[in-house]
C-alpha cells in the first residue's frame, strides 16, 4: 500500500511540478480551458419565454369572463410539466390530486396527503412565471373542520408557493370555502363528479343526469359562489345542465366533461398529451391532442440500439483533450514512476 501510494504521490507531483515558460504551454492552457467550458447535463431545466407575458391575476381571469373569452387551465404536477404549460400560454395550471395516479402511482386521489401535494405544488410554482397557479386540497385536509382547512389552505399557498386552492364539495362545504376566502386565500370549487368521494356517489360516474341530480349541481354550483369562490369546477355533468348553471352564476365555470359552453376548460395534461402507455383507459371528454408516450419510447429505444452498438457517444459527443497534453499523459503513465 505505501508502496502505492509513493508512486501516485510521484506522478502527482511529475503533473503539477512547474515548467519554464513558453507559448506552446500557454496556448495548451488555453485551449484546456476552453475544452472545460460545457454545458452540464444537470444545467437548470427553467428558460424564459421567448415573448414574456404579463402575470395572470384574478383580475385577468375575471376580464375573460366578462368579455366571454374561454379561460384555459391544465394540470401539472412537477417542474417540466408546469414549465411546458406556462410557455404553451395556459391561463391556470392546477396541481391537481390527480398527480396521485399520474406521478405517484396511487390506485385514486384519496391516497395522496397533504405534505406530497405541497412538495409538487412547490415545484410547479417554480416553474410558473405568467399563469395563475392552484393547488389542490386533498382527502383529509379540509373536511373535518373550517379551522382545519384554512391551515391546509395557509400551507399549501405559503410553503407550496401557489395563488390559490381548488377544493371538492358544494353546499355542504360552502362555510368551509367562506372561511377560507376571509383568510385571503382564492379558492377555485368543484361540483358535479368529485373523485374523492367517489365510493360515495357510488362510482366516478356522472353527476345531473336527473331532474333531482341536476338540480343539486346548481345548488351547490349557487352556494359555492355565494361563499366567495371566484370560480368553479363543473366535472362530469351533461352539457346542457353545465350550459344552465354557467348562463346562472356570475362567476366563471371551469369545465371537464361538461360540454363547451362553460367559462374554460381543465385536462390532465399526461391525459391530453397522450404521455401513456397503449390501453390505458381514457374518460370520453378526454381529447388526445399529442403521443408523448410514443415519441419517448421511440426516442428510448434508438438510444439503447446506439449504446449496444457503440455508435453513442460519437466523436461529437465527446471533450477533446490537445494533443500534446494527451502524449505527456501516456508518457508518464508508462514510465517506471506510476
Known amino acids: 500500500m505505501a508502496h502505492r501510494l509513493i508512486r501516485f504521490r510521484t506522478l502527482h507531483e511529475a503533473l503539477s511540478a512547474p515548467k519554464p515558460f513558453s507559448p506552446v504551454s500557454s496556448i495548451r492552457t488555453v485551449a ?28 385577468t381571469l375575471q376580464s375573460l369572463h366578462r368579455k366571454q373569452e374561454p379561460i384555459t387551465m ?10 411546458v404549460a406556462d410557455h404553451a400560454g395556459m391561463d391556470m395550471i392546477l396541481v391537481g390530486d390527480s398527480l396521485a395516479m399520474v406521478a405517484l402511482g396511487m390506485e385514486d386521489t384519496s391516497e395522496v396527503v397533504l405534505e406530497e401535494m405541497i412538495l409538487h405544488c412547490r415545484s410547479v410554482a417554480r416553474a410558473t412565471r405568467s399563469a395563475f397557479t392552484i393547488g389542490d386540497l386533498p382527502m383529509g385536509s379540509y373536511e373535518v373542520a373550517p379551522e382545519q382547512a384554512v391551515e391546509s389552505a395557509m400551507r399549501v399557498v405559503k410553503e407550496g408557493r401557489v395563488q390559490g386552492i381548488k377544493l371538492e364539495g358544494g353546499l355542504d362545504f360552502a362555510p368551509t370555502v367562506g372561511r377560507i376566502v376571509r383568510a385571503g386565500i382564492p379558492v377555485l370549487g368543484h361540483v358535479g363528479l368529485t373523485p374523492q368521494r367517489q365510493n360515495a356517489l357510488g362510482g366516478f360516474k356522472v353527476q345531473g343526469k336527473t331532474t333531482l341530480g341536476a338540480l343539486k349541481v346548481m345548488e351547490d354550483a349557487l352556494a359555492i359562489q355565494e361563499a366567495g369562490a371566484f370560480a368553479v369546477v363543473l366535472e362530469a355533468v351533461p352539457a346542457e345542465v353545465a350550459s344552465l348553471v354557467t348562463k346562472k352564476l356570475k362567476i366563471p365555470t371551469i369545465g371537464i366533461g361538461a360540454g363547451n359552453s362553460c367559462s374554460g376548460q381543465v385536462l390532465v395534461q399526461i391525459d391530453m398529451s397522450g404521455n401513456f402507455p397503449p390501453g390505458r383507459f381514457l374518460p370520453k371528454f378526454v ?5 408523448v408516450w410514443g415519441e419517448s419510447m421511440k426516442a428510448m429505444e434508438q438510444y439503447k440500439v446506439d ?5 453513442y457517444p460519437a466523436p461529437e459527443h465527446t471533450y477533446p483533450m490537445p494533443p500534446e497534453e494527451l502524449a505527456d499523459f501516456e508518457k508518464l503513465i508508462s514510465s517506471k514512476t506510476v
Open 32 to 59: 484546456i480551458s476552453q475544452c472545460q467550458t460545457r454545458h452540464s447535463s444537470h444545467s437548470p431545466l427553467g428558460s424564459p419565454p421567448a415573448s414574456q407575458r404579463k402575470k395572470v391575476t384574478l383580475g
Open 74 to 83: 391544465i394540470t401539472a404536477h412537477d417542474f417540466p410539466s408546469a414549465h
Open 287 to 291: 381529447k388526445q391532442y399529442g403521443n
Open 307 to 311: 449504446v449496444k452498438s457503440r455508435s
